[in-house]
């Protein structure tokens, strides 16, 4: 007569399953070895305007905010990190608008304009996120990581233009108000005064 044989259940530790969820809790953050190494690259290739940038964020008032910016950045790109998901295959579409960003860098080096090569370092962030996420998570990182270009020196292009927007606004907003207005450039005219729409006003800063 046979006896029945018991079958033995191995049950792991309770370090062990300790473990398992915290490797799993952070696979998002392992994930990311991708678009930090691009990002790493991005910087290394447009060195000069990146180096030119930090001398502004330092030496320069009206670019102060770009340090700001970064850690308000990097808080909101670490606190989306939870939710990321890495992307089983390469997109080959984010792969393709990875290169040409490069290709628009490396162009903007060799003609010196910074801001092409810094805008280039933020859309290579970006699109390397893609590349390793998914464009689910891209356009989960889109306002983290876009978030940056308030820091680059775009607003010295852009900033004229939106200064004569913003007195264009005011003139306007005086005109519904019921206050009589002369816009003259940047200036503003009222009965009580005059007074200039200053650069700082087009939104740089903020």
Known sequence: MMGSRKH???VP???DDRRLASLAGMRPYLAAWRPLLLLLLAVFVFWPAARNLERHVWTRVDYSHGLLVTCISVALIVAAAPQLRSAGRID???LLMLALTLAMGIAGRFAFVDV????AIVLVAWL???VSFGWRGAVRLAFPVGFLLF???AWDALGP?????TTA???SALHLAGVPALIDGDFVHVPAGTFEVERGCAGQGF
């Open 92 to 94: 080959r579409v984010a």
């Open 128 to 130: 390397a996120c893609a």
């Open 116 to 119: 092409v090569q810094q805008v």
């Open 13 to 15: 530790p309770f370090g």
């Open 8 to 10: 033995r259940q191995v």
């Open 161 to 165: 233009s939106l200064q004569m927007l």
């Open 151 to 153: 820091a680059t020196q």
């Open 169 to 171: 606004v005011v003139g």
